[in-house]
């Protein structure tokens, strides 16, 4: 990781994600391998002198102590100056907006404020690197939408290292500089959030971040793009790729990359099976048969002609398309989100 | 770099940390685990001496089967009566929001701080055809069996462990899962039958091994019951070690019962793990008649009543005593005065110790879950608090002495050491469990902030767990200072307050000092208790 | 067949107001999301429903029925927990089996009636696991079956999705409708997720601080949200102040803080009112002229950009552009914005500032 870097750690629950920020914070020693901060072994160093702060999902707040005493826990440790002690109280007061409530306790704040609270204290204590584990977990759908814009400035503004775990594929596109996929205790991708968006390395990280539709098949031509005929006979476009001719593949598309039109030609014919109206898009599933279900997210005002069971058809463009290697489990095991 | 710094720095180190936690557990093993036990090795050393002199001596082990055999009745009755009203009790206490409850919370504990020779006493007048010079008006005098007696005498004491266990429990089994059972369809009664009761198993398992315990082990109650009904002949185990003198026959009694103890409770661990509660079968219509309506509150008014009249006027029916009957004029009070001091004395010290090598250890099992050396130590912890303590007090007498008789300064100082021994198991769990509910990832977040070990402890698990802490030096207090068994067992020249209780009732028959010395030993008691919690609160307060 | 209507109902919890008399009725067989921040009483409105609390006034009604001291076990309901709270001393089966067992039915019919859920939900396959051994996405299935085999037609979830992984959230909840639907269930579900909400509804009733906001369909809510509070909370959304300079029927002009102005169709306030204008980002495009605002950052949404900017009277404005556009906006570029004038909505300026009028807790 680069200095002052945002990076998104990803994926499900039990992926191993918190054990690597337990890793680096020293507060698990792994079996096998180094933590390198700035080219200096980290291996022999206690969790106190890494300068790594970690701010674990429920915050941890101290409960017997005010929200100024939580936030000073850091500088009354490493005993600093008492006049730097209040500047750097009113500093972090003023930086997450809790000038008004210095002596409020733990339990009479609202999530977010304890989460901000949190958030000074980690920063107060002077903290090169901070590991954030599911931040904004405990909080409201909605509120976690508007904080993660002010969460990611203030890692920012402060130049500080940010490692941030979490299972929220859209928190980690909006937050992260980089997004690192974690599955099963393994990194499967490392880049930037359009990286991982547009160019998944795997099935799996194509369906986990934003959702996916999938089509097996063989690949039958190789030119500017490639085409993958399934069992059926049914040809689609994707990217070009480095599969054999006849090689058995899985083409994905994002399901906000499928496009779903009553006229015109299509890969698939099928029937729409629902629409669900989800405010900015809609979710359309639509069934072809004897070939599955196919799902695309279409903005919502380009809605208003298309019905339940309208007969349609599926398309999308070559260059949103990705031939994959089949999994060796079967498709199934790889796209499994738990 | 200030001293306190440097100190700081000096015990956070990872060497110095594992040396304190290898002292602590050889504290254990060599104060409290060895002595509990030692007097097993007897059997082996010294098999010839116990051959002739107490397995050929027929009678001698009739008088021993005998008393063994009560003791076990008595507990296990008594324990199935503790488990029969203990839990709708912790019903009330757990799930019932009423107004009062805190004082009912008081109540329970109360015969806890009460010494057990006071108890006997009191409840022995209370139930008892007591002798003609006896006299107490407001008596029931309708038990005349001793085995009775002491069986109401036993529940008295035990039944606030029982209630606190099975409440400590019910506290953590999630209420959405009977309401879950409940939006399934299930009368109230159904849900708490299928789905609380079954999720109870470790808290059952707990209960009843402190309340067998307690059972088995008490003796100065027992005495001062059985003394104050005049009955010569009834023995539980206890008060038979208490009363025997041959080392061999002390040493295969408490050898027998430790090992009956010890087996007994491994079956009931089992036994109510394995044990299957019926939940397939369901009686739809009964338990709905029973769930609504006229038949819990019934069983809310019995469990109160049961309290009130079974266990907390019994206790304290003695003071009534003081009023209808009048001074002997004999009594040396003076004796008494040394009593206390020893008691206080005693208690204090064995508290003390009990804080300093107690939570160190307790720390260490609670942060070292899966590995085996904590895991092991947290069952071997369990073992003084199973051993009737006065075997413990024997066993440690002849670990420490051989057997041969003490007195003086050495005398109190054994005695400390037998106190020690089953208080320190209280200390440490208390604070065990209340380590293991704080979220670990406070000291680590504090660790993180630049804390070290002992840093994160003093400011931020210390203040979380402070009233356990207190909780535990309350009961290690009040356990020691109430303890007769084990005091005797070790020396009979020492004279704490319990015994000398004990001595008037059964040597002298100056009841009414007894009466008076029982009063003045619990105000004296309740005053500390109240003074302790009453500083817990303001800290709370504070905080 | 159930219908559920709740009459003045009112909760306090001690000087706690949590509900403050609210009244609502949900038609059979239709799907219901009570929807609002934390604390704002859905918990406990759903609570009153399925029993478990007693409410301080008004009464609650099922098919007609006063539910007034009807136990829960009577009110023939089937209620999803959000901790799950599947039992843990018993199989995957068992738990499913506990509704028909308490009713003490054969036990052929138990276990019929079982299996029959537990393959809606696809965990035939797990039955004999105990719950412990399932991830958490298939134990929130298994109550779910567990609740279904009761035979209830009304379902109350109470946040159940909110345990889980984002992803398995974004599963289940369609399987959540189509289970529903295909039952033919009457369904409350409580949640403070708002696209949770519009994505399995027929209706979403808005909640805040005890009391109903307003109710509709998600695209109502979406579209042409009647509060300002909704307009916020339901999607994100460009919140402008400014003034009515001119009414005209389907053309009305509103001059925002900077004296820029924008048209809006449709604007009940009166000429001179404060107003606040609320444009979600879909529907804010750059162009040539219009609102002058300063672009302060960009963020990658998957298949658009959002371009978050500041306009001359530091009003913070939003507005997504496709993917492939991302690369012609930079942060510290100003750019003339335009709206979509059908898509603005124009509601009086609260009186407590608009701030605090969409405050999120």
């Given at each position: 990781m680069r200095n002052g870097e945002y990076l998104c750690l990803l994926g499900?629950?039990?992926?191993?994600k918190t054990t690597i920020l337990r890793i680096i914070s020293g507060l698990t020693i792994p079996d096998q391998g180094n933590v390198i901060f700035d080219g200096i072994s980290m291996n022999k160093i206690e969790p106190e002198d890494r300068r790594a702060v970690m701010l674990s999902q429920s915050y941890?707040?101290?409960?017997?102590?005010t929200v100024a005493d939580n936030i000073l826990f850091g500088p009354d440790i490493r005993q600093y100056d008492q006049k730097v002690k209040q500047r750097t109280l009113a500093e972090m007061l003023d930086l997450v907006r809790l000038t008004h409530r210095p002596d409020a306790y733990p339990s009479e704040l609202s999530g977010g404020m304890m989460q901000r609270t949190a958030l000074a204290r980690a920063l107060a204590s002077g903290a090169s690197v901070l590991l954030l584990d599911e931040p904004l977990r405990a909080l409201d759908a909605r509120l976690r939408i508007s904080l993660r814009h002010e969460l990611r400035s203030l890692a920012k503004s402060m130049g500080i290292t940010t490692i941030h775990v979490t299972h929220d594929q859209d928190e980690a596109l909006v937050m992260a500089d980089r997004i690192a996929v974690i599955r099963e205790g393994r990194v499967v991708q490392v880049g930037t959030p359009g990286d991982v968006f547009d160019?998944?390395?795997?099935p799996f990280v194509a369906n986990f971040v934003g959702q996916s539709n999938f089509f097996i098949g063989t690949v039958e031509e190789k030119s500017e793009s490639t085409s993958v005929r399934g069992e059926l006979g049914h040809v689609v476009m994707a990217r070009p790729c480095d599969h054999k001719l006849g090689e058995k593949v899985v083409v994905g598309v994002k399901v906000g990359n499928t496009e779903v039109h009553k006229e015109g030609e299509g890969y698939f014919d099928g029937t729409v099976e629902r629409i669900l109206f989800e405010g900015r898009n809609i979710f359309l599933d639509v069934d072809v048969s004897d070939v599955g279900r196919f799902s695309a997210k279409i903005p919502s005002w380009r809605l208003g002609r298309l019905a339940v069971g309208d007969k349609v058809k599926i398309k999308w463009s070559a260059d949103k398309a990705i031939v994959f290697s089949m999994p060796l489990g079967g498709l199934e095991k790889e796209l499994r989100v738990e | 770099m200030s001293r306190l710094e440097r100190a700081t720095a000096f015990v956070s180190k990872p060497r110095i940390r594992n040396l304190w936690t290898l002292i602590v557990i050889v504290f254990f093993l060599a104060f409290v685990i060895t002595p509990t036990l030692f007097v097993l090795t007897y059997a082996f050393t010294n098999w010839d001496l116990i051959q002739t002199e107490v397995i050929q001596d027929p009678e001698m082990m009739s008088q021993i089967w005998t008393a063994i055999a009560n003791s076990f009745e008595i507990a296990a009755i008594v324990t199935l009566i503790d488990i029969l009203v203990g839990l709708p009790m912790a019903w009330i206490l757990v799930r019932k929001k009423f107004r009062g409850k805190e004082l009912l919370d008081t109540l329970i504990d109360m015969?806890?701080?009460?010494?057990t020779a006071a108890l006997g006493f009191s409840a022995a007048i209370f139930w008892g055809i007591t002798p003609a010079d006896l006299t107490n008006p407001l008596g029931l005098k309708i038990v005349s069996s001793p085995f009775l007696l002491i069986i109401l005498l036993h529940i008295i004491f035990s039944y606030p462990y029982m209630v606190r266990s099975l409440s400590a429990i019910l506290e953590q089994i999630d209420q959405t899962f009977e309401t879950a059972g409940q939006t399934l369809g299930a009368s109230k009664l159904t849900a708490v039958r299928t789905i609380t009761l079954p999720l109870f198993r470790a808290g059952l398992v707990t209960g009843i091994i402190l309340c067998f315990a307690r059972s088995l082990s008490e003796t100065g109650g027992t005495v001062a019951a059985l003394a104050t009904v005049a009955n010569t002949d009834f023995n539980t185990a206890p008060t038979l070690i208490d009363s025997l003198k041959s080392t061999p026959a002390l040493a295969f009694t408490s050898i027998v019962l430790i090992i009956l103890a010890l087996v007994l409770l491994v079956v009931v661990a089992i036994v109510v793990k394995k044990l299957h509660i019926p939940f397939r079968k369901v009686w739809p219509r009964p338990e709905k008649i029973l769930s609504r309506g006229l038949a819990p509150r019934l069983k809310d008014a019995t469990s109160v009543l049961f309290l009130v009249f079974i266990v907390l006027i019994p206790s304290f029916f003695v003071f009534t005593f003081v009023f209808t009957s009048s001074p002997s004029t004999t009594t040396d009070w003076s004796q008494f005065g040394q009593s206390l001091v020893n008691s206080f004395l005693i208690a204090g010290v064995v508290t003390v110790i009990d804080l300093a090598m107690g939570i160190p250890l307790a720390l260490y099992i609670a942060k070292n879950r899966s590995k085996w050396l904590p895991e092991t130590l947290d069952i071997l912890v369990n073992v003084p608090l199973i051993v009737p303590t006065v075997a413990l007090g024997f066993s440690l007498k002849l670990f420490w002495t051989g057997g041969t008789p003490v007195s003086g300064p050495f005398a109190i100082f054994l005695v400390m050491l037998a106190h020690i021994a089953f208080t320190y198991p209280l200390m440490v769990r208390n604070v065990t469990g209340a380590v293991e509910e704080i979220d670990p990832t406070y000291e680590e977040t504090a660790r993180t902030l630049g804390a070290k070990p002992i840093q994160g402890f003093k400011r931020v698990l210390f203040p979380m767990i402070k009233a356990s802490i207190l909780a535990g030096a309350i009961m290690a207090f009040t356990r020691s200072l109430g303890e007769t068994g084990a005091t005797r067992a070790v020396s009979t020249t020492v004279l704490t307050a319990p015994n000398y209780i004990v001595n008037l009732i059964k040597l002298e028959n100056d009841y009414y000092a007894a009466a008076l010395a029982c009063i003045i030993l619990i105000i004296i008691s309740y005053a500390l208790m109240l003074a302790l919690r009453y500083i817990t609160r303001r800290r709370k307060g504070v905080s | 067949m159930p219908e559920v209507s709740l009459s003045h109902i009112t909760m306090r919890f001690g000087k706690v107001v949590a509900v403050d008399e609210v009244d609502l009725t949900i038609a059979d067989g239709e799907y219901v999301t009570i929807l609002g921040p934390s604390g704002c009483g859905k918990t406990t409105l759903i609570r009153v429903v399925a029993g478990i609390l007693e409410p301080t006034q008004g009464e609650v009604r099922i098919n007609g029925k006063s539910m007034r001291g009807v136990p829960i076990e009577e009110r023939d309901l089937g209620y999803v927990f959000q901790n799950i709270a599947l039992f843990p001393h018993m199989t995957v089966k068992a738990n499913a089996a506990y509704g028909p067992t308490v009713k003490d039915l054969p036990m052929e019919e138990r276990e019929q009636v079982a299996k029959k859920y537990l393959e809606m939900v696809k965990l035939l396959d797990k039955m004999?696991?105990?719950?412990?051994?399932?991830?958490g996405g298939e134990q929130q299935k298994a109550s779910l079956a567990r609740a279904l085999a009761t035979g209830a037609k009304l379902l109350l979830l109470d946040e159940p999705l909110s345990a889980l992984d984002a992803r398995v959230r974004v599963d289940l909840r369609y399987e959540l409708r189509r289970i529903a639907k295909s039952l033919g269930l009457t369904v409350v579900h409580v949640t403070h997720d708002q696209e949770e909400a519009m994505s399995v509804s027929d209706r979403i009733v808005v909640m805040r601080a005890g009391g109903i906001v307003e109710s509709g369909t998600p695209e109502q809510l979406y579209t042409?949200?009647?509060?300002v509070f909704t307009a916020n909370f339901i999607g994100e959304t460009n919140l402008l102040e400014g003034w009515v300079k001119q009414r005209l029927p389907g053309k009305s002009t509103i001059e925002l803080r900077d004296n820029s102005l924008i048209e809006v169709e449709n604007c009940d306030p009166q000429v001179g009112e404060a107003v606040v204008v609320s444009v979600r980002p879909e529907f804010v495009f750059p162009f040539t002229d219009g609102l002058l605002s300063r672009i302060e950052y960009l963020t990658y949404m998957g298949t658009y950009w959002r371009v978050s900017s500041r306009s001359q009277s530091n009003d913070m404005v939003e507005f997504d552009v496709p993917s492939i556009e991302g690369k012609l906006y930079h942060p510290g570029q100003e750019v003339y914005l335009m709206f979509n004038r059908n898509a603005a909505v124009v509601y009086p300026r609260p009186k407590e500032g608009v701030t605090e009028a969409v405050k999120l807790e």
């Open positions: 499900p629950t039990g992926a191993g941890a707040l101290f409960p017997q102590l160019n998944p390395a795997s | 015969p806890l701080a009460v010494p | 004999s696991m105990f719950p412990s051994e399932l991830c042409r949200p009647r509060d």
